[in-house]
């Protein structure tokens, strides 16, 4: 993943096994916060492709922010 030409902020992290589920390729997750707001980066291989899901969650604990820091990509909003 080093050689992407791309400057990376965050750390790579472990692979992302534990929702391989919601991938069709490789994914990484590193954690960089945890309590009630974590944040986590999250870095996709070339060809990843994210399949669609809920984030679910009481008090806006399904709430998610996507920032994308270095690359990119496609995204699709619920309805469109």
Same mark, same amino acid.
């Given at each position: 993943?080093?050689?992407?030409?791309?400057?990376?902020? #965050?750390?790579? $992290?472990?692979? !992302?096994d534990a929702?391989?589920?919601?991938?069709?390729?490789?994914?990484?997750?590193?954690? *960089?916060?945890?309590?009630?707001?974590?944040?986590?980066?999250?870095? #996709?291989?070339? $060809?990843?492709? !994210?399949?669609?899901h809920?984030?679910?969650?009481?008090?806006?604990?399904?709430?998610?922010? *996507?920032m994308?820091?270095?690359?990119?990509?496609?995204?699709?909003?619920?309805?469109?």
């Amino acid at each position: 993943m080093s050689d992407n030409g791309f400057d990376q902020i #965050f750390p790579l $992290g472990e692979k !992302n096994d534990a929702y391989g589920q919601y991938f069709i390729g490789q994914s990484y997750l590193a954690p *960089l916060t945890d309590g009630d707001a974590p944040v986590s980066n999250v870095t #996709f291989e070339p $060809g990843c492709r !994210n399949n669609w899901h809920i984030h679910r969650g009481t008090e806006g604990g399904g709430d998610q922010i *996507l920032m994308c820091t270095a690359g990119s990509g496609w995204y699709q909003a619920e309805g469109e």
